[in-house]
Every structure is written in C-alpha cells, then in structure tokens.
C-alpha cells in the first residue's frame, strides 16, 4: 500500500497509533521555548498537524491557530477536534498563509517527510517567509549518523472490541540523503486479523547539514529531545529538538 492510501485508510485511527505520546507536555515545552527565545506573540501555525491534537493544547494557551497537512481526512478530524482552528490541505515544502505568524512547529519528525535535501531547503525557506520576526521554528529531528535499525517503538491499545498493535523504525542504509520509516499495523477483531505494512521515504540528514541549512534565517539552539528538561544536545545524541529564532 502506498503511504498516502495507508494514511487516509487509517486516518481513524491514527490517534491511535500516537495514543502514547504526551501531546500536552510536547505543546506546553513549545510554549514554555516560545516565552524564552521568541517574540512571545499569540499566532500559531502547525505544519504536518494530522488531527490536531497539539493545536488543541496551543488554542488553550490562548494561540490564534492554524494548520496544514497533506491528508484531507486527517484535517476534517482536526477541524472537529479544533473549531476554533483553520486548516489547510498544503504541502509543507512550498505552502503560503496570508499572514506571518509567530510560532511555526513541527512535530513527530514530520520535518522529515520532505522527503529529499531540496524540497527541505524548500521548507526551511517557506517557513522562514511565514515568521514575523523574533518568531520561533520549533521541530524534531533524527541525525542519519546516529540511527540504529535494529531498534524500533511499539505499543497495544484497544477500541471497538479490536486489539491494535503498532510498530515502528527508522532505517538508514548508511548512504545517501534518503532513510525510511518503517510502520507495521496489525488490527484484532475477534478471531479476524488485518496487518498493514509500509515503509515511508524520509529525507536523511546529519544535525551539521540541518544546522547549515537553517543558519541563513535562523539563530539556532539544538536541544536534546527532552520535552521535561531543556538540556543542550550531548555530542552522542541523534535525536534532537530545534528552537529556531527568525533572524
């Protein structure tokens, strides 16, 4: 199955397959970086949002959010869970909005599914445009150097009378500017299994080219991927949280 038809199949349950991450403490450490490095405004625009669950934690900081995403069924649960919101179908390497605003974020490593160097370059650029200044790019990334492919997430959670188990990896050949998640799915209803398999094309780029990239429009802290404490990045580490001041 292709990554767009498995998305839009499973766009109702993609809650699901995130059930175990912390949203609120991810938005409120963004918060929390955007009152440190930022201009402190209130305009907030979330860039790969899926069904929104982070902009429902910025709208309750008192944001004015917006949100784009390459899925449409992914925004109509978004604008549900999020009315107050206003969602766009965009692609993040080449979107616009009417108006800058003064936190852009990014999370979940979706800055990665630009896919290749220059559709992120085109990104980087995009948002750049879309910052008032002293605006904050905040996002997530991994460091190709640093992946290990053995190493994988995985957890169960239930709905409907169904058990969901979920799995996922990044892989790195070693090579080039391209990695790839790897996601397994598998749905048990009763005695009936259905297993999805995919395997994602992600842009693959070490944090001295990422940073590289970013300095022409940024002033740039690299943090270790820590949504409790904010730590600057070990020298080891490949998993890594950008806060990104428009210069």
């Not at 990896?169 to 090579?175: A, D, F, K, L």
């Amino acid at each position: 199955m292709s990554e767009t038809v498995l998305y839009t199949d499973l766009s109702a349950y993609y809650d699901l397959m995130c059930a175990d991450i912390n949203y609120q403490a991810q938005s409120d450490c963004v918060h929390r970086l955007h009152q440190i490095f930022g201009n402190k405004g209130v305009s907030h625009l979330d860039i790969g949002c899926g069904t929104g669950p982070h902009i429902r934690h910025f709208l309750d900081h008192g944001y004015q959010c917006q949100g784009l995403d390459l899925n449409q069924p992914m925004l109509d649960q978004a604008q549900i869970r999020c009315p107050e919101a206003a969602f766009t179908l965009q692609n993040m390497c080449e979107f616009r909005i009417d108006q800058p605003v003064d936190l852009i974020t990014c999370f979940l490593y979706s800055i990665h599914y630009t896919g290749e160097l220059q559709p992120l370059q085109h990104c980087i650029g995009a948002v750049a445009k879309a910052l008032n200044a002293g605006g904050v790019f905040c996002f997530n990334a991994v460091d190709k150097d640093h992946i290990d492919n053995q190493s994988s997430v995985a957890h169960s959670t239930h709905q409907d009378n169904s058990c969901f188990d979920f799995r996922s990896g990044w892989y790195y050949e070693g090579q080039g500017d391209q990695q790839k998640l790897r996601l397994s799915i598998r749905k048990t209803t009763n005695e009936h299994v259905e297993c999805w398999q995919d395997s994602h094309p992600m842009v693959a780029i070490d944090f001295a080219q990422l940073t590289k990239m970013l300095d022409p429009y940024f002033e740039v802290t690299v943090l270790e991927h820590n949504y409790d404490t904010l730590q600057p990045l070990e020298v080891n580490s490949g998993n890594a949280l950008f806060v990104c001041v428009k210069r």
